[in-house]
């Protein structure tokens, strides 16, 4: 039976990588995650038997706490969260009942920098467009919601990679940029093996818009339009950043609830009754 104060798989994996996600937090032993180091999207790794020194930093937010079997760790650990004022729940059947449900989960090794505990940092060329603001986006969604983005010169992006402990992407010759007739965010959504089937139709979207494919899908045209708009209303990378985010937000959702919806001016006015018609 589940506990009252838990969250199934199924609601918890259509909450990933929308805006209103709660913070996950996998609270695995060393053994279970040495068996399996792979985490869900947008989660990170902290250490069951000190919960109580660090739940305070949870404090008003929402948490969902992942362990192998959503048992006994779990358990405690979301009862420490919400004793120090946060709203949490455990995951329904944990990690075993994700993985049989065959719901995607991000290979540590593949995260940069901090790895298990969030906060990497990834750097770019200035002046970001399409597969600039849509790879930051991916990131902080399903990988690392702590993520910083830096963006310098284009002739300065490796330079500040090394002396900055930063993870180059979308620039020639490094690991995370085009590979043959894909781009950079297909790339992230293949290595991070997120195979959400909304991801792979808003790949093909932004594949096309980043590179010159418009033929490929009708909405590449509109991503094009919006994203060179938004690349001259904001002069601050950061804030073109920022609107991005939302910008991504809604062709997620879009891809994922609303690509069979349909309107019009005719379907969507005032319905006619029959002495009108």
């Known amino acids: 039976m589940a506990s009252y104060n838990s969250i199934s798989v199924e609601k918890l994996a259509r909450l990933i990588g929308t805006p209103k996600a709660p913070v996950i937090i996998d609270?695995?032993?060393d053994d279970d995650f040495a068996a399996r180091p792979a985490l869900l999207p947008a989660s990170t790794r902290r250490p069951y038997a000190t919960a109580a020194e660090w739940a305070v930093e949870y404090r008003d937010r929402w948490v969902v706490v992942v362990c192998q079997k959503g048992k006994k760790l779990s358990e405690g650990v979301a009862a420490w969260l919400r004793h120090a004022g946060a709203q949490a729940e455990s995951l329904e059947g944990g990690?075993?009942?994700w993985s049989t449900a065959g719901l995607p989960l991000v290979p540590v090794a593949t995260i940069p920098g901090e790895g298990t505990s969030g906060g990497s940092v990834w750097v770019t060329r200035s002046r970001p467009k399409i597969d600039r603001i849509a790879c930051p986006w991916l990131i902080r969604r399903f990988v690392d919601p702590k993520a910083t983005f830096l963006f310098v010169a284009p002739s300065e992006v490796e330079a500040v990679a090394e002396r900055f402990a930063?993870?180059?992407?979308?620039v020639d010759g490094v690991f995370w940029s085009?590979?043959?007739e894909f781009c950079t965010f297909d790339t992230m959504i293949a290595e991070f093996k997120l195979h959400f089937p909304a991801l792979q139709k808003l790949a093909l979207i932004v594949r096309a818009a980043d590179t010159d494919r418009?033929?490929?899908?009708p909405e590449a045209a509109g991503l094009l339009a919006v994203?060179?708009?938004?690349?001259r209303v904001f002069a601050d990378d950061l804030e073109q950043l920022d609107a991005g985010m939302l910008l991504y937000d809604a062709l997620y959702r879009w891809a994922r609830d609303a690509t069979q919806e349909k309107h019009d001016w005719v379907?969507?006015?005032?319905k006619?009754?029959?002495e009108d018609a």
């Open 267 to 270: 379907s969507h006015g005032p």
């Open 95 to 97: 990690l075993e009942v």
């Open 214 to 217: 418009l033929d490929l899908v």
């Open 227 to 231: 994203s060179l708009g938004l690349s």
């Open 27 to 29: 609270v695995r032993d």
């Open 166 to 170: 930063a993870m180059p992407f979308d």
């Open 178 to 180: 085009h590979r043959g």
């Open 272 to 274: 006619k009754s029959a």
